[in-house]
């Protein structure tokens, strides 16, 4: 394609209006030419201008589906703080390489090395966790001073609360969760099945981008839980486990749903 | 760190990204998710799909922050682009009967373009655009909120398609010329 040609298509390509053939041979074009690289950014600007004015208000479930499948993903473990200077993409792609790297040999050495040993202890210390949630939404119910989990959460409605909706990914209503100042939480209701015995819902709250496990709801959903909520928690989320739980997720999130900062006082 | 974010240039965004910062991400969605949905809507009619289209551009930029090349203009033009590239492949696929078929019904409502125009909240955007030449208008307009390619327009228009594509790009070049102080820098 000579340059004429490509200019010629230049204005079609930038609306995505050109056949894919064309599309192939202006881009084999104009990865050469600076010429009109630079028409393609000053189109796209343009392009850009006039899509602002159908700017409009997006359901929130879309940005939870965002956050699910990109922060649960494990890619976002302690990084270094951002440099806060411009950077060209091919700076961009090494510096994401050099991060990827270092995980890649943290897991490695992790097999014989003092990672290892941290990993152990931080997985003997989840396992204690759950194993021990079942007391421990009993030693709550005590705390609230109420004979049942369902007293407990009609008590809770009663006062100031905060009420979180979790949404599955077609964005209907899952479950919904009552949130007291104090950082009791009450799982009230659900849509989601019941699972056979072997396996467990378990609730997940998302404190800085890691998945901290908030309790064990049992096989049926229906059931009321009574949790307790940290003041760091972002998000609350569920997934289907074993029946002992787990120590992070192992499978897919069934639904999340996003907790104001102002939910929870000082806990 | 929220305010610096919120402050914070395209391309220190997009270093964010890179190094997994997910309130990086969040300031990205915070600014230009409107946008992103809002055109993918327009293109698609069907809600749902375009949820989908704005969910898949931001797990995009997530794992591909190095597409983007800040000195080649705003994020918001890249992220755009990828909307609108993304849309149309659907709306071309045969995948998508069910939103062709919902946005014919939308498209042969009688005034299309003007409606459009009226959703163009930005008062001087739709004032460039109602300056133009009414073919170089309208054929950017079939082309970028319609979906169509050029030869489409040039059988709406009933034109031949050389004609076609000069209006787009002599449309385009006229925008530029008059809404040159509404692009940021690419340095912003």
Redesign the interface.
Known sequence: MTHDEAGALLGAYVLDATSEEEREALEAHVSGCAHCQAELAAHREIAALMAAGLSTEVPARVWEQVAASTFLSGSHEAQPPPRLVPLSSSKLARARREVLARRARGLALGLGGAAAAAAIVLASVFGTEVGQLHSQVRSLEQQVGAASVAEAAALAAAGPHVTVALAAADGSRAATVVVAPKGFAYWISSSLGELPASETYQLWGLVEGKPVSLGLLGPDPRQAGLFRVGKGTSKLMVTAEPAGGAPSPTTAVLAVGTLPSSAVEES | MKG?LAS??D??L???V?????E???EV?RRN???????A??LLVDE?LA?EV??EV??GF??H??????????L???L??V???RA?DLLRSELSRRAREQRARAVAGPDFEQEIVE????EQ??QA?NRLPPAERSA?EL???G?????E?ATIQNEPE?T???R?????RR??SE?AH???GA?R
């Open positions: 610096d914070a240039s391309a220190a997009a270093v964010g890179a190094r997994w910062r997910e990086a991400l969040a969605y998710a409107g946008a992103v949905f809002g055109l809507r327009r749902a949820e704005t969910q931001f797990v997530w794992e922050p190095e597409r983007y090349d800040p000195a080649r203009g705003s918001r033009a890249f755009l682009a909307t609108h590239g149309v959703l163009m909240a930005n955007v739709r655009l950017i082309a970028y909120f979906g169509h390619t050029y030869r327009v050389g076609v594509k000069s787009i790009r002599s449309g385009l925008l530029e809404l509404l692009v940021q340095d």
